[in-house]
């Protein structure tokens, strides 16, 4: 008898997740406000608001784990703040109830600026902004009595991935010839995740008790500068010499003082002006698993990209990093 899992969200992570569970033969029941996803057999999509008390306990019947990959409504500290803290205590509960684990996808956020690689024993002692609102989050898992694992990753790219840094803001501008301009530095190193790999982490961590209740690391290649993302996602696309530009950090936090949406992406300057390094050999030992190289990760990401162009109907929404 094939298991039961439940996923909520059908952003990048959880769409990917839940195919990726349907196609080795679980079951699924996806849950979103809209009742958005994956059209497979094995997947059955429900409207449910995961965030209000009792609403996922009838859809939590029968399931061994819960992939929460919903996020907030905004990307901002007080959108974070007015709905993360209640909608995971919400999920817990019930997956409390069910007998269920509960594994989140988790940023780098609570780790702060960090001089040298991030491994998983590095101090999540955040308390500003989203950051501390990530790093309340975690430490409210650690208490829950519900089992957790978190699997942490930096920024995504990959099929799906649309509102992100590796996203449309650099293929969409990319496949159509403009310019791409990414923020804070062009050769400075960067961790990104590509988010099958952060699915196959999640899967994996799900299935083993032994890593309950951890907080680890998605496997994710050597960072590279964001001058090397592009142009390895460039190559794949068969561009040469694409155009690539800088928004200056000055300016982005000159205008972060008018405009919200622009300080809250400021706030994260520092992850893009200065080295930002993620270590995950040791998740990946634990996980039996290794990051897709980024030539076959680029190349896979421009075809769901081209794909996507040529049926945009065929094609669901996209989400933003967690």
């Known amino acids: 008898m094939s298991t039961l899992h439940v996923v909520t969200g059908a952003g990048p992570v959880g769409w990917t997740v839940a195919t990726r569970l349907a196609d080795r033969g679980d079951r699924v029941r996806l849950l979103t406000r809209s009742g958005s996803g994956p059209d497979h057999p ?33 990307y901002a500290a007080d959108a974070w703040r007015r709905e993360l803290p209640a909608t995971e205590a919400a999920v817990l509960a019930a997956a409390g109830r069910a007998g269920a684990v509960v594994v989140f996808p988790e940023s780098l956020y609570s780790y702060g600026p960090v ?13 500003t902004g989203k950051l501390g609102i990530r790093a309340d989050l975690l430490r409210a898992r650690q208490r829950s009595a519900t089992p957790t694992v978190s699997v942490a990753a930096s920024d995504f790219f990959g099929p799906r991935v649309r509102t992100a840094h ?69 190559d794949a696309a068969g561009i040469a010499n694409p155009r690539i530009g800088v928004l200056p950090g000055w300016a982005l936090r000159g205008l972060g003082r008018v405009h919200p949406p622009t300080r809250e992406l400021a706030e ?7 080295p930002f390094l993620l270590d995950s050999r040791r998740s990946e030992r634990l996980l039996a698993l290794t990051p897709t190289p980024l030539p076959q990760a680029a190349a896979t990401t421009i075809a769901w990209w081209r794909d996507r162009a040529a049926a945009p109907a065929a094609v669901g929404s996209g989400g933003g990093p967690h």
């Open 115 to 127: 001089d040298g690689p991030i491994t998983e024993d590095t101090p999540r002692t955040a308390t």
């Open 166 to 234: 590796g996203g449309e803001r650099v293929v969409a501008p990319l496949l159509a010839g403009r310019r791409v301009r990414v923020m804070g530095a062009l050769d400075v190193p960067h961790a990104f995740t590509y988010v099958p790999d952060l699915a196959a982490a999640m899967i994996a961590a799900a299935d083993d008790p032994a890593l309950w209740n951890s907080v680890l690391h998605a496997p994710t290649g050597p960072a590279v500068t964001q001058r090397q993302l592009v142009q390895a996602l460039a």
């Open 42 to 74: 094995a997947i059955e999509r429900r409207r449910v608001d995961v965030a209000r008390p009792g609403a996922i306990d009838d859809a939590l019947t029968g399931a061994a784990s819960v992939f929460h990959a919903a996020h907030g409504s905004a």
């Open 268 to 274: 994260m300057l520092y992850q893009f002006e200065r």
